[in-house]
């Protein structure tokens, strides 16, 4: 089993930023992809951005493009999302994701084979 735990989120004022952090243990893989989606209230889970298993590929919805990074330090089994110039349409529950053997992520959630609980992502205009 891998169990993964989401950290940073919060309440930020718009134009503001947040860092989250995903961190993953238990079993570990030689190669692993990696996501984050997020899903507000009465909305389906959708794809935020997502990072291939080296790290040399990263992906992101036409939304956060621009203002969201994502990284991961694989020998610390670490993702982040940086979130930057925050709006109020980002205030969600942002959930990591990781898809095993699995090198090109997919930008689907049934692509993943792991999820963490979430953290919540509040935005005040």
């Known amino acids: 089993q891998v169990q993964l735990a989401e950290s940073g989120g919060g309440l930020v004022q718009a134009g503001g930023s947040l860092r989250l952090s995903c961190a993953a243990s238990?079993?570990?893989?030689?190669?692993?992809?990696m996501g984050w989606f997020r899903q507000a209230p009465g909305v389906e889970r959708e794809f935020v951005a997502a990072?291939?298993?080296?790290?040399?590929?990263?992906y992101y919805a036409d939304s956060v493009k621009g203002r969201f990074t994502i990284s991961r330090v694989n020998a610390k089994n670490m993702v982040y999302l940086q979130m930057n110039n925050l709006k109020p349409e980002d205030t969600a529950v942002y959930y990591c994701?990781?898809?095993?053997?699995?090198?090109?992520?997919?930008?689907?959630?049934?692509?993943?084979?792991?999820w963490g609980q979430g953290t919540l992502v509040t935005v005040s205009s």
């Open positions: 238990g079993r570990t893989f030689s190669v692993y992809a």
């Open positions: 990072i291939s298993g080296s790290g040399d590929r990263t």
């Open positions: 994701a990781l898809a095993f053997n699995r090198e090109i992520p997919d930008l689907n959630s049934r692509g993943y084979d792991y």
